[in-house]
């Protein structure tokens, strides 16, 4: 039995309850037992006083590369790194090699989960076998085994037809599909945003149109479905015109949600000048003018997650030249104060907005009961020192790789400690 714990004086910010005050919280045993004074004594008491006391943070996309590439990242290294991190739920994208894409492959993860013991870890299955794109996977007994939503990470699902009826399937079992949007037409090989700097650096571009050309089609597939539970979720999304197609869906009051992660709020195809693979992502950094539009999408609350798209990779693989080095950051330890930078510093976002982007809102899409600290739920709870001021240093990662091109920016907010299930698994 884990012992009570009284978390006192800290600024509470619960989003789901509407809680944004000064009190105290009470875990017994893995649920939160009251919220408010308290004067019960208690086994363990932390003064978190000048801190900011909040439900356990969610990531819903990260890579933690179990199995196949344990070198790069396994499910025990990046659940450590996600509850240092303050994320007390993560889900991991199903493109492992082999991919995530049976009931067994499910489980496995789940038991490497249990395992580890930090976090709550969750997964999403393959929409199609080897993510292929032309044949289904066994979306049913995934969904039986726990998987929380479908996608092709990595990929996006080329033919209209067969995404069609991965989303009347994942209606039937009332499962979030998660679409990485980019039509290879478009895309092609490219390994940059596509414009001034591909062409000035001689590299060929992903055209943003290869991103808006699918989503455009997916919403239209929704459109022309619209039953009952279907939910669909745009994967980071990076360009103005997505925007733009994401606002005209919900105010349609389109079942469509979508993700921005730190780098599309931060970084710009000018950062590829040097041909440092740390900035080649997918999809690629884009211009100022997106950056600003995704920022007010943020402000605007047509946003529904922010996330950190965690893609570790080893620093030999990272060393290759820029065409041929895979895509991807590993952010995930770094992510809140990134945050914090890109939308609480700027005012775009106060706490309490960007607290319920990182708990109540991604829990939400992915249908689980997590996201609040209301009394009886399950005590996943983080405490963040909002003043802490520290320099980002990989080197210091929990994570097995550092291919971050934040290694020395300087960033305010850190997480001092992480309960997961009413027991601290993380204190700074």
Avoid at 256 to 264: A, D, G, L, N, S
Avoid at 267 to 283: F, G, I, Q, R, S
Wanted: a negative charge; aromatic letters at 6%.
């Amino acid at each position: 039995m884990n012992p009570e714990i009284l978390i006192k004086n800290g600024r509470v910010i619960d989003p789901a309850n509407g809680i944004d005050k000064k009190c105290d919280v009470l875990i017994i045993g893995d649920k939160i037992a009251d919220i408010g004074k308290i004067k019960k004594p208690a086994q363990k008491v932390i003064d978190a006083t000048g801190k900011l006391v909040t439900p356990g943070l969610i990531d819903i996309h990260v890579h933690f590369r179990e199995p196949g590439d344990e070198e790069e990242e396994t499910i025990a290294s990046g659940s450590a790194a996600a509850v240092a991190a303050g994320f007390t739920s993560v889900v991991c994208m199903p493109n492992t090699n082999p991919p995530i894409e049976n009931e067994t492959d499910v489980e496995y993860i789940h038991r490497k989960a249990r395992q580890a013991r930090k976090t709550h870890v969750y997964t999403m299955g393959t929409m199609t076998k080897n993510r292929e794109g032309t044949e289904l996977a066994e979306m049913g007994f995934m969904a039986e085994a726990g998987a929380v939503g479908f996608t092709d990470d990595g990929r996006g699902v080329q033919d209209p037809a067969v995404m069609q009826r991965a989303l009347k399937y994942a209606d039937m079992f009332n499962v979030v599909i998660a679409q990485h949007c980019q039509d290879n037409a478009f895309a092609g090989n490219g390994v940059m945003n596509s414009g001034y700097y591909s062409t000035i650096l001689g590299l060929p571009g992903i055209d943003p149109l290869a991103e808006e050309a699918m989503l455009w089609r997916d919403i239209q597939l929704i459109r022309k479905i619209r039953p009952g539970r279907i939910r669909y979720h745009a994967q980071h999304i990076s360009t103005a015109g997505s925007v733009e197609l994401i606002r005209a869906a919900q105010k349609d009051s389109l079942p469509i949600t979508c993700e921005v992660t730190p780098h599309h709020l931060l970084l710009t195809e000018e950062c590829c000048a040097e041909y440092d693979t740390n900035y080649k992502v997918n999809p690629p950094l884009r211009s100022a003018k997106d950056i600003e539009a995704l920022k007010e999408a943020v402000r605007e609350g047509l946003v529904d997650a922010l996330v950190t798209d965690h893609a570790p990779h080893l620093q030999s693989e990272k060393e290759l030249e820029f065409l041929t080095a895979p895509f991807g950051i590993a952010s995930l330890e770094c992510a809140l104060a990134l945050f914090v930078k890109a939308l609480i510093e700027p005012g775009i976002l106060d706490w309490p907005a960007l607290i319920k982007l990182m708990t109540e809102k991604p829990a939400k899409i992915i249908g689980v009961d997590k996201g609040t600290l209301g009394v009886g739920k399950q005590a996943d709870v983080t405490i963040i020192d909002p003043k802490n001021e520290y320099e980002i240093d990989v080197r210091k990662f929990r994570s097995k790789s550092g291919n971050c091109p934040y290694h020395g920016w300087k960033v305010t907010g850190k997480v001092e400690r992480t309960i997961v299930g009413g027991e601290i698994r993380f204190e700074a």
